[in-house]
């Protein structure tokens, strides 16, 4: 069977709606959302918000489709859920107040809370709670393609990260693991195959679940130097968000054999390599020199609640690394964090910046004396790196300006409150698993599966009757494609210098005519050509306006993307066109075999 | 070509996402709501808000389809604009107040105000005038399909009146007058095609423009009992929404003999019929009875501006028509308007109710007094029906309970601040263009066409340059079709006690299988015939639920209104199955013959 539709549409340039801009857009960091908006595909209506126009609407449309047919190959069923929606389903799962301030609030005539939705889980629990009551209704997987709200902090990089998107989301429900397993295992497979239809390369990455809730979680990504997301890989196969990159925890040493601690002058030493010379040149170590990974940092973080309360919180590393603020915030999810300010160090004169030693943080110092006021409260929690393992001993911070402790030795001269994940993973760090050293790369978050578990199901009393007639809850899947980020992963993906280089599948035309010359009969010819792949089911886009010279329409054609072009102008004279694919060799075709000839060619690109 | 696709599609009964419901639900006024929601094509989310569950998404997927076809038809191309804009477009047209209410307005996280767009004039406007510059350009129509936001006071009939819905809207754009009254021609056209594809009977009336400005506007009605709007029709082929009849105005009388002004005791006369009945008695007129129409009815009305601010409006209307509220509306819009309460008269002591006379009212009182702080202020604006015209003589309130004025001339005894139309049409009146008595009747609003002029284009700096390089302002049209409220207008239009009967170019499957009986062979025969159908290309509704009673089968293939019910069972030992259009006779088909006649029969019904 054909790829091609009956009948091919035609877009003539001297009347679609679209203007292409020669300058990029002052606003526009990457190469996507530069190319999207000077070819005329979209245009901003307010930050993160964008207008699709024909062009544009036509990718996403295919897009769409190509994801609508896999999920319905796994039995998916289409719905379709409002975007304004009522609090309280979100209120019974917390996530009216966890998703802080990226949820998009306001208020009915009525005063009733409402919100634009980011996801459905709530909704869909609710949904077939409504309607199922068996087992035997289940499994059951159902998906829409919806327009989704977060209100970003932080908008960028166009379709990227935007406030309002296309997101594809579906639910699984099942009423044993096992049928969450097949459930998961079947999105896995038609995830792959719905990217590799797109043309898009991609890397399936184990991931947090963050504000989900839920086990086992993996993330489809787009290898982008531009991407948010970084993941890293191992020789043997492992492939991680850095976010869900597990630290290898090292075996504890035993420290019988330490010496004291003992507090040292190391004057003007406020960061780690100034404490690491000092070191040297005034305590140096009898087996080795001293390194920065032999310092204990302790990093003062402002963390925020969604409730609005906000809190210090002290991470301590090992100083050779940073604290990784999207690692910190993945463990630390709901609640989100920054670097603490001059205002926090006022108010805890106690944390003396520089020099933060574990003497006045973690259990060992439970309760504090506010020496302004002679009050005494709670500690700010420690936390530390899995590799401050006990044994291990420390150079840190005396608590106060200029001196520091050596040789502190973990589980034996302090202790945490527990342990994070949020050291940043650098190139060449050991896989969790074994599998050998990791290497660090970009993507951009395309797809993202989950298993909720039971966690909606509970919260919402979504249960079904078992084979014996007993009421079991629910375990449900939630699996997202970003569909509008797909379309920017594939521009990102599918460019050059000179514009857009669409795959056939996704492209909005498959042929770009070109009519060059100013005489009728080039017109008539490329019209008649333009024609014959229409009536083929070829999607045409023609250039048939009268007056553009040759340069801004060859400039156009490469801007715009559409992966064969095909020149109607001087060769005419010896009865044959060009055919060109976006970035490949032309070719001579006799004019009367041109519409059979480029009709193949499109057909085979579509194969 | 065949209307049928390639392959259709089969949904199984036993794990289709559906359910049905014997009982109404509570909230469900009518028909199209009740069954809807029986059938499992929508449920509800919110209060005007939906959910549509896989049968209702594939109705709205056709009547979606069979717009967009049409709207390409005319040149229509096809955009998608944000529904969450920022609100600086719409406060520059005005839109932002006008809309009061009915608009859902929000912050983001940085308090800029955003609204949920309920129509998109502005951003359209602005997205043309970002593009185009010349005369060249144009014409020019765009248009979406898309979801819609209105925070209605009063959430009604399911789909009818929603808070959530989805409008195909269109926006023409000339340099012309004449090109916007082709554009108008054009889109009228289309209407006129995709309410007949749609299988819709429609009205076209005349309508106000409301709040959108502009001059030519007509409405579709699909004619309804169950419809919001009036509308109303002459033999002679008038039409027009209630809202914008237009009151045939008298020839003014001369009134040179009429008697002077007199006022007389009638006690006890609150209202028209007492007032009347004590006319005839005590003050009887010479040549006739009084009737009501002989008395003047002066109506107080609390009016609510788009900004909140409220003022009182007296209406003088004959006696015997009530004040039409949709009329009196559609007249003051964007202000809104009620019936004066209490405490209006409490604050206003000179309004004796029962019997305000015009004394104090109109510019004949510009200035009153308030009785009780001794203030003067500005009299209550003061609106007559266009029928009291000069010369007329009334009978009506003389400001003080228990005494009306006899023979008050209108122009010489008193005048008003303007007229209005705001009195009820009712059966009867004469057509304004003369061409008939009216008549009345309801309909549900499905498509608005307008010629909005240059109101948008003014107020946004649109303009091109014509051909003498002279900027001139663009003219613009703005068409909508409620796409969900034409889905339930159409589930209003067909339906019967037993549930609903789609048109087939809507339904969502052309064919609805029902296996009934116990037998493998049974469900074998049936699946065959499912299959068989399907790949003719047939989309087919298969109830395979094995332990289903055939009556509960039959109830819910009528409650789902599938266009063909082909019932596999008792006949198959005879050889033949029964096919049997909804609300039609059955027929005995060979099973030999049944997929090439049911092809056949829904070939024809798509035809």
Redesign the interface.
């Known amino acids: ?1 054909s790829a091609l539709a ?1 009948r091919g549409d035609l877009l003539r340039l001297s ?5 292409t801009l020669r300058e990029d857009p002052a606003d526009a960091e990457v190469a996507s959302h530069r190319l999207l908006i000077r070819a ?1 595909y979209i ?1 901003r ?2 930050p993160g ?6 062009l544009g ?1 036509r990718v ?1 449309a295919k897009v769409e489709a190509i994801v609508r047919e896999e999920m319905a190959a796994i ?1 998916g ?10 609090r309280e389903p979100y209120e019974a799962t917390g996530r009216w107040e966890e998703y802080g ?2 949820l ?3 208020q ?2 009525k005063r009733a809370d ?1 919100l ?1 939705a980011p996801t459905h889980e709530e ?1 869909f629990t609710l ?1 077939v709670k ?3 009551s068996s087992y035997k209704d289940l499994p ?1 997987t ?1 998906f829409q393609i919806q ?1 989704k ?1 977060r ?1 970003e ?1 932080r908008p960028r990089a166009g379709l990227i990260r935007g ?2 998107f296309v997101m594809k989301d579906s639910y699984s429900f099942d009423h044993t693991d096992a049928g969450l397993d097949e459930a998961y295992q079947r999105h896995r497979d038609a995830y792959e195959r719905i990217f590799t239809r797109l043309g898009l390369d991609y890397v399936i990455v184990s991931a947090m679940s963050g504000a989900m809730g839920g086990s086992r979680s993996e993330e489809f990504l787009s290898p982008s130097v531009i991407g948010e997301d970084t993941f890293v890989r191992s020789p043997g196969g492992y492939a991680a968000n850095v976010e869900a990159v597990i630290t290898p925890v090292p075996e504890a040493i035993g420290y019988d054999d330490a010496p004291a601690a003992h507090v040292e002058d190391t004057p003007d030493t406020p960061t780690i390599e100034t404490l690491v010379a000092v070191a040297n040149a005034k305590h140096p170590r009898p087996d080795r020199e001293w390194t920065a990974a032999d310092t204990l940092k302790n990093v003062v973080l402002a963390v925020t609640q969604p409730d609005g309360t906000r809190g210090l919180l002290v991470v301590g590393v090992p100083g050779d690394r940073e604290v990784d603020l999207k690692r910190l915030e993945a463990a630390l999810a709901p609640a989100e964090a920054e670097a603490a300010g001059e205002a926090d160090f006022a108010r805890h004169p106690e944390l003396v910046k520089g020099y933060i030693g574990p003497a006045v943080l973690g259990p060992q110092g439970t309760q504090v004396t506010d020496p302004a006021t002679g009050e005494t409260r709670s500690a700010i929690p420690y936390l530390l790196d899995p590799r401050i393992v006990p044994g291990t001993r420390w150079i840190t911070g005396a608590d106060e300006p200029g001196r520091h402790v050596f040789d502190l030795v973990a589980g034996r001269d302090f202790t945490a409150d527990g342990t994070i994940e949020a050291a940043e993973v650098r190139a060449g760090d050991p896989a969790p698993d074994g599998s050998g050293p990791l290497e660090l790369a970009r993507g951009i978050e395309m797809g993202h599966i989950f298993q909720l578990g039971r966690k909606y199901a509970e919260a919402l009393g979504l249960k079904v009757l078992d084979e014996n007639g007993k009421a079991v809850t629910v375990t449900m899947g939630s699996y997202g494609i970003g569909v509008t980020r797909a379309l920017a992963a594939l521009a990102e993906a599918n460019h050059d210098e000179r514009g857009l280089a669409w795959p056939a599948h996704v492209a909005p035309a498959h042929v770009h005519v070109v009519a060059t010359g100013r005489g009728a009969e080039v017109f008539d010819a490329a019209a008649e050509l333009a024609e014959g792949l229409v009536a083929n089911g070829v999607e045409v886009v023609y250039d048939d306006r009268p007056k553009v010279s040759p340069g801004v329409k060859f400039a156009d054609a490469e801007l715009l993307g559409v992966p064969l072009l095909v020149v109607v102008g001087r060769g005419l004279a010896d009865g044959v066109v060009e055919v060109r694919p976006r970035a490949g060799e032309a070719e001579q075709v006799a004019v009367a075999d041109a519409v059979a000839v480029v009709t193949e060619r499109v057909a085979s690109l579509l194969a």
């Open positions: 069977m009956r009347s679609l709606f679209v203007r005329g245009r209506a307010a918000i964008y207008t699709w126009l024909p609407l996403l039995g069923q289409e719905v379709h859920f409002p975007a304004l929606l009522p301030p990226n998009f609030r306001l009915d005539r409402y634009l909704m949904l409504d309607l199922y059951l159902l327009t709200y209100d902090a406030r309002e």
